[in-house]
């Protein structure tokens, strides 16, 4: 599979799988073919299942994951705020990432945005 990425002009390339457990090895090959081609390109993996049928890149969804969904963690009282479940006591809906909190947002001990550091 390398061999044929290598030698041919291609720009993207689909993988497409079965919803099974068996067909994430398939995945797996194609990226590590590219990865030993030297070439850089979208894969896109259209899983096939009973399901509604998901279309997923990689890696683009990933890292855009990681910057935006970073949890924070209150330096002072150990509160972490989760982007995921928001802040709802303080009508910060589930979604909102730390940086788009208010300026006049606090931590449950009342110390502002400035009092926190990104989680790993
Ligand atoms: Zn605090």
């Not at 720009?11 to 090959?29: E, F, H, I, N, W």
Request: glycine letters at 4%; a negative charge.
């Amino acid at each position: 599979m390398t061999e044929i990425i290598r030698r041919n002009d291609v720009r993207s390339l689909t993988v497409a799988v079965m919803d099974v457990p068996c067909c994430q090895g398939l995945v797996r090959l194609a990226r590590q073919a590219l990865h030993d081609s030297g070439k850089r390109m979208p894969i896109t993996v259209e899983v096939i299942g009973i399901k509604e049928p998901q279309v997923r890149t990689w890696p683009a969804m990933s890292q855009q994951k990681e910057t935006a969904m970073k949890k924070y963690r209150c330096t002072v009282c150990d509160y972490v705020y989760d982007p995921e479940k928001g802040d709802p006591d303080s009508g910060i809906k589930p979604g909102t990432p730390f940086e788009s909190l208010p300026d006049d947002w606090s931590a449950p001990c009342a110390v502002d945005k400035s009092n926190f550091e990104p989680v790993d």
